[in-house]
């Protein structure tokens, strides 16, 4: 018997976001915005020095301000129970952002690393009592700088929260290298990037009893439930962790960094709900960053531009705790069909805080090195670079040789040079003038892979008795545009319009999702929301087959198909609310469940293709960006506008990686050279060029049940390379830094 089938209508709609009047009238609500009766509020101290040890926190004038509640220390915060191990967030385990947990001894690790909580009765108060705080330090000498790690330097074993390997090799690159008939050798630096979404990490904290809720801004509700039950040592099931809005995260809110569990210490230690938000500052020393790099690249080619060995090679600090690196090598290692391959990550421990996920966390920086190389590669050959890279096309993992679930990487080649313009292209470097500016346009390839998660997935779905349903599931909204295309996904599942459906998250109370991680969240989530709303639908035409009274009986349910919320089987039919109330049910519930097979044969991965027009003024340094092209193969997609949105979002990221976002650690002090949006630069409005977004939709009947494989991270890969290689065809020159500033182009 087949499963009986709805008529799929809403996914691939431009539905415009549900949750955008709650967010432009100012209705919806955020995490330290929440109704807390009482509340006070938490202001967190960060450390002056980045190495050496707290000797004493005078908090008298502190304590005496009017308001003030309590000043937790390294000598009064209670200790914490049990410090988890660093794992990803996508595992569904424990996931705090490093496996130091402040304020359990004087220790001092990093420059801002918090030594202490300030609590009153209004943040003003909490704030300047923080200022009255007289701390006595013992330093001693911090590492903050390349020139002092580098000797240190070791290969993890692992990498990324013990994911990813510290080494991936594939043949001898050395002999490939040695055998090549052309050789590009180039070296690359990255400056660190830090978290700025609109919203900084926050969180609302109180007590019931020995019950504990948390309003918290996160990418996953129960990642913080379980990081902050293990933390606590109480059992999960008395934390609550509510997450409605998110007001962006991109990797800042992936990890559960100290504040949630700091908040609701806080709230116990004064008797009264408690909200902590960090500050804009705070938020370039308390959730991580991307770290700063150094990557090397040699490419071994054939005359005919085929590759025969790449070596990519990475150092990188990371902080006194933890073996973390953004894993910059990974795609390098399967974006080309190339048969010798040696990957390196080395570390040396640095006064840092541990690194985190940022936005296509390795993938942005990894194939910045390899598709500048590529480019290079390509002007040495006399080969376009497009052409290039069709001669390297893989078609199934080189390191695995299994075959990709879906690739679409020609078609976005092809379909993205078409729509930019890439064939007029004159290939000579410099050549094309208007007035001071000189013009040039570059591309690159993109990848970022597809990482279900390990664990079953699960939504609910109910359908009341007027004909409408709710469709729940844990994840929050963080501005990806999930609970618009959740709602889709439900409708098409149960065979009902869209306006009659309602998607609800953000709630540990909800059933169980992981933390939306590594673009995982449209491919798990919609597969665990099409699996409730099928169960259900199944279950409603189970009941009308079997049921006397239903035009429907006795019908096989594979006949049965459901649209607008009635089921059909040629002419006989009943709407899900009139067999409800014909039945008196006043509602019908199913759960489902989605877990993917972690032993499919196939390599997954996402891939697009980047392309960059730019104006250089080489008498100034400056570069425009002025238009960009990105096509992507993300699988099916369920709303092209809210897809659109992502991938056009990670391309100008990806112009603000390129071009403006830098942060340095002072040598000496540890603390970083830029903590606020003044001289943090990011991309805004007036840098964004006109954007094209081509979307390639491949069928992927392996990676979940609708084929999603996600937008979020991809369209900021490759767009940065895409423009350093604009800036070498407008110039001539090539700048293997980034961002690529006015200094490096004079
Ligand atoms: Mo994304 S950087 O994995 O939250």
Redesign the pocket.
């Known amino acids: 018997m087949t499963a009986p089938t709805s008529t799929a209508t809403a996914v691939g709609q431009d539905l415009a976001r549900l949750d955008g009047r709650p967010k432009v009238t100012g209705s919806a609500r955020y995490s330290t915005e929440v109704p807390a009766p009482g509340a006070a509020h938490a202001c967190l101290v960060g450390s002056r020095i980045a190495a050496g040890r707290v000797l004493a926190v005078d908090a008298e004038a502190a304590r005496a301000e009017e308001g003030v509640l309590a000043v937790l220390t390294h000598e009064n915060l209670p200790g914490i129970a049990e410090q988890p191990p660093l794992v990803p967030s996508?595992a569904g385990t424990a996931a705090p952002g490093q496996t130091f947990f402040p304020m359990q001894d004087d220790t001092v690790h990093y420059a801002g690393q918090h030594i202490a909580v300030v609590v009153a009765d209004t943040w003003e108060r909490a704030r300047h009592a923080a200022h009255l705080l007289r701390i006595s330090y013992e330093e001693t000498p911090a590492t903050t700088t390349f020139e002092q790690g580098r000797d240190q330097a070791y290969v993890p074993e692992r990498i990324f929260g013990g994911w990813l390997p510290g080494r991936i090799s594939r043949g001898d690159a050395d002999a490939g290298l040695a055998g090549a008939e052309l050789r590009v050798d180039a070296a690359f630096t990255f400056a660190a990037n830090h978290h700025n979404p609109l919203e900084p990490s926050c969180t609302t904290a109180w007590w019931e009893g020995d019950e504990l809720v948390l309003h918290d801004a996160t990418?996953g509700v129960n990642a913080t439930q379980i990081t902050v039950a293990r933390l606590l040592g109480i059992p999960r099931s008395r934390i609550r962790v509510i997450g409605h809005y998110v007001g962006g995260?991109?990797?800042s809110?992936?990890m559960i960094h100290d504040h949630p569990a700091l908040a609701a210490l806080a709230a116990r230690a004064v008797g009264r709900p408690v909200r902590l938000a960090l500050t804009r500052e705070q938020m370039f020393t308390s959730v991580g960053h991307r770290e700063e790099q150094e990557q090397q690249i040699s490419l071994g080619a054939t005359r005919e531009g085929r590759l025969t060995a790449i070596r990519h090679h990475k150092l990188s600090p990371t902080s006194h705790f933890d073996d973390w690196a953004e894993p910059s090598i990974g795609v390098s290692a399967q974006l080309y069909a190339c048969p010798h391959f040696d990957g390196v990550y080395r570390l040396f421990r640095a006064n840092t805080m541990t690194p985190t996920?940022?936005?296509?966390?390795g993938e942005a920086s990894g194939l910045f090195a390899l598709e500048c190389a590529m480019d290079e590669l390509a002007h040495e050959l006399g080969l376009d670079p497009v052409e290039l890279r069709l001669r390297n096309y893989a078609d199934a993992s080189p390191m695995t040789g299994q075959p990709w679930s879906s690739s679409g990487l020609r078609e976005c080649y092809r379909r993205g040079a078409a729509r930019f313009g890439w064939q007029d292209r004159d290939p000579r470097p410099g050549v094309r003038r208007e007035g001071d500016w000189l013009i040039g346009t570059g591309m690159a390839a993109a990848g970022y892979p597809v990482a279900p998660p390990p664990t079953p997935q699960r939504a609910r779905a109910r359908l009341y008795d007027d004909g409408t349903a709710v469709v729940q599931a844990a994840t929050p909204e963080f501005g990806t545009g999930v609970v618009t295309a959740m709602t889709q996904v439900a409708a098409d599942a149960l065979g009902m319009p869209v306006g009659r459906c309602r998607f609800e998250g953000g709630d540990t109370a909800l059933p169980d999702i992981a933390a939306?991680?590594?673009?995982s969240g449209a491919g798990m989530i919609s597969a665990a929301v099409h699996s409730a709303g099928t169960a259900l639908r199944e279950q409603l035409v189970a009941l009308a087959v079997a049921d006397r009274g239903s035009p429907l009986y006795g019908r096989d349910p594979a006949e049965v198909a459901v649209r607008d919320g009635v089921m059909r089987a040629g002419s006989a039919a009943e709407s899900y609310a009139g067999l409800l109330r014909r039945t008196a049910r006043p509602d019908a519930e199913a759960t489902g469940s989605w877990q993917p097979d972690s032993g499919a044969p196939y390599a997954m991965m996402t891939f697009g293709a980047q392309f960059a027009e730019v104006a250089v003024d080489p008498e100034l340094g400056l570069v425009r960006v002025r238009r960009m092209t990105g096509a992507f193969a993300p699988g099916r997609v369920i709303n092209p506008r809210t897809a659109r949105g992502q991938l056009m979002s990670g391309m100008l990221w990806g112009l603000g990686q390129a071009l403006l976002e830098s942060n340095r650690m002072r040598p000496g002090t540890g603390r970083w050279t830029h903590a606020s949006l003044g001289s943090y630069l990011v991309a805004v409005n007036a840098d964004a060029p006109e954007v094209e977004v081509e979307l390639v939709e491949v069928e992927d009947t392996v990676v979940n049940p609708l084929g999603v494989k996600g937008v979020?991270?991809i369209g900021q890969v490759g767009a940065a390379a895409a423009i350093a290689n604009a800036v070498h065809h407008a110039t001539g020159r090539r700048v293997r830094q980034l961002p690529i500033t006015v200094e490096a182009l004079l």
């Open positions: 996508l990418q995260s991109f990797g809110k992936a996920f940022m936005r296509a966390p939306a991680v590594g673009s979020g991270e």
